[in-house]
């Protein structure tokens, strides 16, 4: 438990998990401070909160200072985390504060390699319309609210857990989602059995935990069930499942489904996101929603009126194309999101990637292979290594030719900052290009729809 009154300082306060969290502290009446490279969106929020925000990282910003919280993106050379060292200041991770905050309720967490902001999101959604003033902390801005999290009235907090890096080990939930189960973040895990183990480790040695709820349609979660000491509750759509989604419509928008547990239907669903993939993440909401008390109507109208994560299969129609922006990198999610990009007009697929990481790529190249399967275009700019060593013949090239051995028609080029131009030069009316990436994509996609002009 954290003592009334701490001053709590975030270093890289402009975060999106980090400000999350932060977001929280606020609600709970603790005195916030936190520091970041820009100002941006997140930090200027933070800022009408009552937050202390300062732009730049400098030692006297941590003066008078309880707690230091940092996340795993923030080095030890970081001036503002060595004097707090120095200083004997008490220095935390984020996840270990979040766990500290959501201590203080009852609390459901979301976790595994995607999906799990959207999952958060929804179950997020569905308690409100329940009337149970759910908090919620979340990586993404829910485009229903506006922000990325909120205190709520105490009585349940739906967190997004984040395994990438190991520290899902810091946040015992009461409830626990896992939704997939894949080889992912290999900078920090060996493999994919590392991966699973590491989860199972969580979900048996959590004392606190009431009940987990498993994608059954995952290859990895089905491994996981098989060593986990805890009864599971399973949910999906390809297989059967505790709780099952049967896609009743031809996949255009809005999604329709009908849900059933333990093969009796709950009623009919519909869902205005694309991606039929969704209806899986619907039904982990459903499946935790059920079991927290919600109603079926409630499920049904949270659902209906759910407008996702900003950046997640996020559709700007402009100039006579759809423009779509996804985060994923994994090369399974990403072959679902083509699948879906099918469903949303007749025109060519262009798919635009930042190759991220060496051991990534490497570990699922043959994944990354077949991932861009239907696209007419593949656009690819140089790889995103972040600190990684070289993996020798594991490079921008080696994608490019892998790709182009699959028979795809691929475009590489090496500045990102020249894709627009030859977007400008070849996009064609009716067609779907798709940035898959991060932020310095998205940017670049917002600035091209603005110049195209955004359709309402």
């Keep these: 438990m954290l003592e009334p009154g701490l001053r709590i300082h975030f270093i890289g306060i ?36 009552g937050a202390t925000v300062t732009i730049g990282h400098a030692p006297e910003n941590i003066d008078g200072v309880d707690i230091v919280v940092v996340s795993t993106a923030i080095p030890e050379h970081n001036v503002e985390l060595a004097t707090a060292r120095a200083k004997g200041v008490r220095v935390v991770h984020r996840s270990e504060i979040l766990a500290a905050l959501i201590a203080e309720t009852r609390s459901v967490g979301v976790t595994g390699t995607h999906g799990k902001g959207t999952v958060s999101s929804m179950i997020t959604r569905i308690l409100d319309e329940d009337g149970q003033d759910p908090g919620f902390v979340i990586g993404g801005l829910l485009l229903n609210y506006g922000v990325n999290a909120r205190a709520g009235d105490g009585r ?6 984040d395994e990438s890096d190991g520290t899902h080990r810091n946040i015992p939930t009461n409830l626990l989602v896992c939704n997939y189960l894949e080889a ?5 895990y060996d493999d994919l059995d590392d991966i699973i183990r590491t989860m199972a480790e969580v979900i048996d040695q959590n004392d606190g935990l009431e009940q987990v709820f498993v994608n059954g349609d995952c290859d990895g979660n089905r491994t996981l069930i098989e060593r986990v000491q805890r009864d599971v509750i399973t949910y999906g759509v390809e297989t059967e499942c505790d709780y099952r989604g049967v896609l009743t419509g031809d996949g255009q928008l809005p999604l329709r489904f009908e849900a059933f547990c333990q093969g009796t239907s709950l009623g009919h669903f519909e869902l205005p996101l694309p991606g039929r ?37 996020t559709i700007v129609r402009a100039g006579g194309l759809a423009i779509v922006k996804d985060y994923n990198s994994h090369p399974t999610a990403m072959r679902k999101v083509l699948a879906s990009a099918r469903d949303l007009t007749d025109g060519r697929i262009v798919s635009i990637f930042k190759p991220y990481r060496y051991t990534l790529t490497n570990y699922l ?10 696209s007419d275009e593949v656009i690819i700019t140089t790889m995103y290594a ?12 080696f994608v490019v030719n892998m790709l182009r051995d699959e028979g795809l028609n691929v475009t590489f080029i090496p500045d990102q900052t020249k894709i627009v131009d030859h977007l400008r030069a070849t996009a064609q009316a009716g067609d779907k290009v798709i940035f898959f990436g991060g932020d310095d994509f998205f940017r670049m996609a917002d600035a091209w729809a603005d110049e195209r002009g955004v359709e309402a």
Excluded at 156 to 161: K, R
Excluded at 184 to 188: E, F, K, P, R, V
């Design 184 to 188: 992912d973040h290999l900078n920090y």
């Design 277 to 313: 993939y969704n209806v899986t993440n619907a039904m982990a909401a459903i499946a935790v929603a059920d079991h927290l008390g919600a109603s079926v109507e409630a499920m049904q109208r949270g659902l209906a009126d759910f407008k996702g994560l900003e950046n997640r299969f």
């Design 156 to 161: 349940v907090m739906v967190a997004e857990v």
């Design 386 to 397: 972040a600190n990684e060593d070289p993996i020798p013949g594991i490079d921008t090239e």
């Design 14 to 49: 402009g975060g999106i998990g980090v400000s999350a969290v932060a977001r929280i502290a606020v609600g709970r009446g603790y005195r916030v401070s936190g520091s970041d490279v820009r100002q941006s969106q997140l930090t200027d929020a933070m800022e009408a909160l």
């Design 365 to 374: 190249k043959d994944e990354y292979a077949t991932a861009f399967a239907g």
